[in-house]
């Protein structure tokens, strides 16, 4: 396979409130799930080392010069549906509780409402603190005025645990993954990335 460990998008990025879709949903932990690489988070729950409930928002204020080349044609964020920029790993649609995104017909995206999942480093620009996170997205999951937004999850509160408040300027580096099967059976290149990596989740 080739080692996609040195390919990421890089956004710069504020924190900001969320819309709630994210708090209402419980996404299966590595414990739950077959496939799921070992960084990901135990089942959702407050707990420690436990993915949290709901994301953390954060809105882009500028995407990659190679943005569409790496993720493919569509609007800012959505673009990352095509499956282009591959993710680490895919979460079915039924596995998430609460997840309202399905297809509606036969003639829409039949992958609608599955979540890929990207390994970030995030930086908090005002502190210089680098930390790792995930971010999760559903096919189609938004509509085009939340195209700008990348949440991220974790296994503890980003906002308490690294400093972070509504406004914090932010840079994420977003790995591509390498994939190999189907939904929820996809795995990553992760030799060289966790190398260079501390404080892996999970």
Known sequence: MTDNNDVYLEFKAVVQDGEGAFSRMVFPGRDEINGAPADWPLATDIKEGHLQPGSMNCRVTSFPDNFNKLAGK??????????????????????????????????CNQRMGIAQAWRCVVTNEDTKEEFNAWHVRRIDGTYPPFHGIIELMADRKLRDAHKLENGTPITIKMYKGEQNGTAGQNTTATTGWLSKLKNILG
């Open 74 to 107: 569509g609007d800012r964020i959505a673009a990352l549906d095509s499956g282009q920029f591959t993710p680490a790993f895919e979460i079915p649609r039924e596995a998430i509780k609460n997840n309202r995104v399905a297809p509606w017909g036969p003639d």
